[in-house]
């Protein structure tokens, strides 16, 4: 969950410079959190702060926070609030917002809202409200995967049964934002509702629920009907602390939602969007922002700092992620495990990072599916072992080709053999 803390209203800039590490001051001696400078000075209220945005320009920007021209992950923790906020340090720990009180007992998540909460029109935030948010997220997220029914105990308390149990079943019935009234999308939540009741199997092998193939193929559907709801920003409801009071092409304006349960220190948010890497420093460069939350390059920061040493304070946030790709493996050659595991052996993952990311660790080489940090805290440490380490290893890549009859031609090419046409591997 990704939300904003704006204590960048005392300050001129404000610099997040995030990268895949959970222990960023670690990583390099040129990367550390600066010391707030300007603690006894008094906001300045002639000024609008200014953050950065990365959504899609009108026309094609809209209301709907699952397609992705409409209310996305940049502007979403302006406009829309969690049923409890996140913080992985210094050690996990759930915090009520949207929710008087939560209880995870063995299998079973019990939930009471709080009683002052209103979307932005001054309606009230239901339980209703909250089980459309749920249904709204099949197929987008791991929720229904585990997540076996939903129970209503009163007007302010739901229960939620898991087919398993675990402390991180919490981090999955949190991480979604409320960002759907029964309103607006009663009508999608109870199609995805028909889907979960009547398509879903279970996997005994890994005690997870899946769609059948008639469900998924429900699902598209469903989702094609969704995503062409594009209802107009400016009117959406909003359960957060801002709502959009106009948008141009390069920037949105938002003001306070008149009816959110706290006191807000900001009386409006410019939302301006970065363009191009280049116009983005450009921007940097000019002051334009008072608070960057996209991120720099550890040469850029270091320029910034320089040049706006007594009115910054830079903050190096660890980010729960790590640097990867994926593979289509419905199409030839990646359907060949040998190939995608010689793709592997053949990535240089230090080379990539120190040009993409610099800042981060490497990424996992076992391919667990786990961020290195977290490999002692969730791994069997006995299993893990078990797993190929895909390092970084040229001659194992070109052995991996060769078992399944790839060869080397005169051009320092891997290409298979006929009857298969496909772009070569260079070494």
Known sequence: MRKFVYTAGLIC?????????????????????????????????????????????????????????????????????????????????????????????????????????????????????????????????????????????????????????????????????????????????????????????????????????????????????????????????CSGPYIIKSTTTSEITFIKNPHYYMQLPFEAIRGLRGGSSEAFATSILEEQYSLENGGLSPDMSIKIENLYRDTLRKVYVPELSQIGYTFNYNNYPLNIPEVRKALCHATNREVLLYVAERGSFLSDTKNSGLIPSMVKMYADEEFYHTLTDYNYDLEQAQNLLYSIGWSKNEHCSLKPSPPHHSSPVRC
């Open 13 to 237: 800039i404000s610099v997040n410079i995030t990268a895949c590490a959970t222990n960023a001051v670690a990583v390099s001696p040129q990367l550390y959190n600066t010391k707030f400078k300007l603690e006894t000075q008094n906001v300045n209220s002639q000024k609008v702060l200014t953050t950065l945005i990365d959504t899609q320009p009108p026309p094609a920007f809209n209301g709907n926070p699952y397609d992705i021209a409409g209310l996305n992950w940049s502007i979403q923790p302006l406009m829309f609030d969690y049923l409890c906020d996140y913080s992985p340090f210094p050690e996990k720990s759930f915090r009520e917002s949207l929710l008087e009180s939560y209880k995870l007992e063995e299998n079973i998540l019990t939930m009471k809202l709080r009683k002052d909460i209103k979307w932005s029109d001054g309606s009230p935030i239901t339980i209703e409200d909250v089980i459309t948010n749920y249904y709204m997220q099949v197929g987008r997220g791991d929720f229904w995967s585990y997540a076996d029914a939903i129970n209503i105990l009163d007007n302010n308390t739901i229960q939620i049964k898991y087919i398993t149990e675990s402390p991180l079943l919490l981090n999955i019935s949190f991480a979604y934002p409320i960002t759907s009234p029964v309103e607006q999308y009663k009508d999608f939540a109870i199609q995805y509702k028909e889907i979960i009741d009547q398509h879903r199997a279970l996997n005994s092998a890994t005690n997870t629920y899946y769609l059948t193939k008639e469900g998924n193929e429900i699902l598209a559907n469903v989702n094609k009907e969704m995503l062409s709801y594009k209802p107009n920003p400016t009117e959406v409801l």
